[in-house]
């Protein structure tokens, strides 16, 4: 398996623009996470999905982020509107059942 | 809630030499998950190593082993015979198996390893 595939993997935008990372999860893999790490607040859990439904979004920083799970093999991560401090990078992860979980390369956000 | 934390922000090592790097973890739940997760400078996370609750024996992959005490919530890794490609951010994760949380990883701050040839 190719593992789980995220782009892109660098993104550069201005504030104001429509953001959106996206991820392939390992195929068979029943639950999907996307993460967020920063210098200053680590790793946060932003939202995961089980089966594509989410399931828990608590980790959303507010509503300019959204996540959706349209099938088994593709979720999107959008910010509308960006804003500098979303510069991070992202991290999506599958994992099968409750089991270890398998992170993509990351994207590298930076909004100007 | 759960908390995971690593003391030790910084660590360094001889090549050829061991080195242990500590994690403890608070927790009420007697089922779980514990990670030990490898970031090199190419930012991509690796899992190391993975250890259930459950399981008494420590696990092991090749040079890398846990000393997993779950009296004392404390689950520290050893590397055996450090390699320059070890050095890298490792981070300690816990997994709950309960409740509508049993998908999210709690990470630790992260201990970044200097391997010294």
């Known amino acids: 398996d190719a593992g789980v595939i995220q782009s892109p993997r660098h993104e550069v935008t201005e504030m104001g623009q429509e953001v959106t990372l996206r991820c392939k999860p390992i195929s068979g893999h029943d639950y999907l996470f996307w993460y967020r790490q920063t210098m200053m607040r680590g790793l946060e859990l932003l939202i995961y999905?089980?089966?594509?439904?989410?399931?828990?979004d608590s980790g959303m920083p507010e509503d300019r982020f959204s996540a959706k799970m349209p099938n088994a093999s593709f979720s999107t991560l959008k910010i509308q509107p960006s804003e500098p401090r979303d510069s991070a990078v992202y991290f999506c992860?599958?994992?099968?059942?409750?089991?270890?979980?398998?992170f993509g390369p990351g994207t590298r956000l930076t909004v100007l | 809630a759960q908390t995971v934390t690593q003391s030790q922000p910084e660590m360094s090592v001889q090549e050829a030499e061991t080195v242990t790097l500590s994690c403890t973890y608070d927790t009420s739940e007697s089922d779980y998950y514990l990670f030990w997760y490898k970031q090199p400078p190419s930012r991509q996370m690796i899992l190391v190593i993975r250890?259930?609750?459950?399981?008494?024996q420590n696990a092991t992959e090749n040079r890398f082993s846990v000393n997993f005490q779950k009296a004392a919530k404390s689950f520290s890794l050893k590397i055996s015979d450090s390699q320059l490609g070890d050095a890298a951010m490792y981070f300690c994760a816990y997994r709950t198996t309960y409740g509508g949380s049993q998908g999210n990883l709690i990470f630790g701050k992260g201990t970044k390893l200097s391997v010294k040839p």
């Open positions: 250890q259930e609750a459950y399981k008494q």
């Open positions: 992860a599958s994992s099968p059942r409750r089991d270890t979980q398998y």
């Open positions: 999905f089980n089966n594509n439904v989410p399931i828990d």
